[in-house]
């Protein structure tokens, strides 16, 4: 192998492995076109959400958990002792607490470029549903507890959109 070989090849490969690092793997059944597409899709919801939300988004973990009677949106900081982006989540956290009980639901909007599925339920039966904001280590939770069965299954169907959308993997149910 000739010199200049060896050079092209370790280049190809560097420019690979890098572009691996950048690229996740394309999943089963998807299309190349698809998954180009999905991957901007993601890319314009972090950059929305970082906007909306006023934290960069790959430095900090989203949860969407349901229960019996709502749920609750958690989010931390990745990194424990980052303790500028775990205040930028609680300062999030407690405004939309406040907001989506006014029934303002500005910020998943400018997030997702939609109105998340259950949102407009959620604005009508505002009244029926309790935002309560919790400090959490490295961030904050915000509890979503509703007092009557259509306004639970609002807040699923809204928690539910979020657990796809963000890919948190929470459980559906």
Excluded: C
């Excluded at 029934?103 to 599925?117: I, V």
């Excluded at 961030?139 to 306004?151: D, L």
Aim: hydrophobic share 40%; no cysteine.
């Amino acid at each position: 192998m000739t010199r200049l070989t060896a050079t092209l090849t370790l280049a190809l490969g560097l420019t690979h492995a890098a572009a691996a690092a950048q690229h996740p793997a394309m999943p089963a059944g998807m299309s190349h076109a698809e998954h180009l597409a999905q991957m901007e899709k993601d890319a314009a919801l972090k950059a929305r959400g970082a906007r909306a939300m006023g934290f960069d988004q790959d430095k900090a973990t989203h949860h969407f958990r349901l229960d019996r009677t709502g749920g609750a949106i958690e989010v931390v900081a990745d990194d424990p002792t980052d303790q500028a982006v775990a205040q930028q989540i609680r300062t999030h956290l407690e405004s939309i607490a406040k907001e989506f009980a006014a029934g303002d639901f500005g910020k998943p909007l400018a997030t997702h470029a939609e109105l998340p599925p259950g949102t407009r339920t959620m604005m009508q039966q505002r009244r029926a549903l309790a935002f309560v904001y919790e400090e959490l280590p490295g961030g904050g939770r915000v509890r979503i507890t509703a007092s009557n069965a259509r306004a639970t299954d609002a807040v699923h169907r809204f928690l539910r959109y979020q657990i796809r959308e963000h890919k948190t993997g929470d459980a559906m149910k």
